[in-house]
């Protein structure tokens, strides 16, 4: 695969002391083999273990590896607006730090992209390593999303993926802070603006910790900002 010119990856982070080296740095080595420019943003949420050293000792040893402090804690929602906002290169991923995915992957999504003259590339999960209970909530979701919006998508959650930064140029700035619903704002807005969104298989391994998606007050906060924004554009 020939090198893309210019790649931003970001990933957003919180207490992931025991992940975040290996997976910048599993990060790096692809990235040296796949762009000719590019940058990593570790997009530190108010974490309260020591991810934060981690990542200022990673980016001290290579200028192209950045930090962003949120402080306190600001949520899911707030990573990947920082992340897409304060990125820099023409092309735009971002995936979990926590090693749920295998980043050496990207070049799935960078072939859909050029194979398919795609805007925005969706990774979907070949078998999603999650309880059945997570599983169905996001079954349940993506119906809502499918029936209000038309985005039909296998996994419109999915933390693995690849936009142009045209797109976050031209749809309406993201709003969403906490709660599951930034990933479905940003495609809901792409499709409304006409983008092409193509989906890529990506493998996903189990988390390590338990993570908020499922809570009960981030559920709510999601559903809440979904009616809100399909408010504002009925």
């Not at 020591?50 to 200022?56: C, D, E, R, S, V």
């Not at 200028?63 to 962003?68: F, L, P, Q, S």
């Not at 349940?140 to 038309?150: H, I, K, M, N, S």
Request: hydrophobic fraction near 40%; charged fraction near 30%; proline fraction near 3%.
């Amino acid at each position: 695969m020939k090198k893309v010119s210019e790649l931003s990856v970001f990933f957003p982070t919180f207490n992931e002391e025991k992940h975040i080296k290996n997976t910048v740095l599993a990060a790096v080595k692809v990235l040296r083999q796949i762009a000719k420019k590019w940058e990593i943003l570790i997009v530190n949420d108010g974490s309260t273990d020591k991810t934060a050293q981690i990542a200022l000792g990673l980016s001290k040893n290579d200028a192209r590896i950045k930090v962003i402090t949120h402080s306190p804690n600001r949520g899911y929602g707030a990573s990947l607006r920082s992340g897409f906002y304060k990125s820099k290169y023409d092309w735009v991923a971002f995936t979990d730090s926590d090693g749920q995915f295998d980043f050496s992957e990207i070049t799935k999504l960078l072939r859909a992209k050029d194979d398919l003259d795609a805007d925005v590339v969706v990774g979907y999960y070949l078998k999603r390593s999650v309880p059945l209970y997570r599983k169905l909530n996001s079954f349940l979701w993506q119906v809502v999303v499918r029936v209000l919006f038309g985005v039909s998508v296998r996994d419109i959650d999915c933390g693995f993926k690849l936009v142009s930064r045209k797109v976050l140029n031209k749809i309406p700035p993201l709003e969403s802070e906490r709660g599951a619903f930034i990933s479905s704002e940003f495609l809901i807005k792409a499709k409304k603006s006409s983008f092409k969104i193509v989906e890529v298989a990506v493998h996903h391994f189990p988390a390590t910790r338990k993570g908020t998606g499922a809570r009960l007050n981030v559920i709510v906060r999601s559903f809440i900002d979904l009616f809100r924004l399909w408010r504002k554009l009925k």
